[in-house]
């Protein structure tokens, strides 16, 4: 069972940057690829990042070069970095991780970017 919760979210004008956590339970969190996704009213819930036990990781091309994910495993706890914040980011921000054809997410972040 693995349990995670994620925060940072909150209101910010266009341009602006916020941090993302998703601190995670378990002993075995440095195993397990972890990523975060997002869903926007009225539309599916997307990929955004991700990044594997190793440290590899991957993004949306709606967020390349913008958005940073990261993990410290130490802290068992895993990072979305959003710089250059769009009005179209707005939406909740989930992370994710899969051990087997288990799926866990967190109840999800609200991000909000405005003016």
């Known amino acids: 069972q693995v349990q995670l919760v994620e925060s940072g979210g909150g209101l910010v004008q266009p341009g602006g940057s916020l941090r993302l956590s998703c601190a995670a339970s378990g002993s075995i969190f440095k195993l397990y690829a972890m990523r975060w996704y997002r869903q926007a009213p009225g539309k599916q819930r997307e990929l955004v990042a991700a990044?594997?036990?190793?440290?590899?990781?991957n993004y949306a091309d709606a967020v390349k070069g913008r958005f940073t994910i990261s993990r410290d495993n130490a802290k068992n706890t895993a990072y979305l970095q959003m710089n250059s914040l769009k009005p179209e980011d707005t939406a909740v921000y989930y992370c994710?991780?899969?051990?087997?054809?288990?799926?866990?997410w967190g109840q999800g972040t609200q991000v909000t970017v405005s003016s």
């Open positions: 990044i594997s036990s190793g440290g590899s990781t």
């Open positions: 994710n991780t899969q051990l087997g054809s288990m799926g866990y």
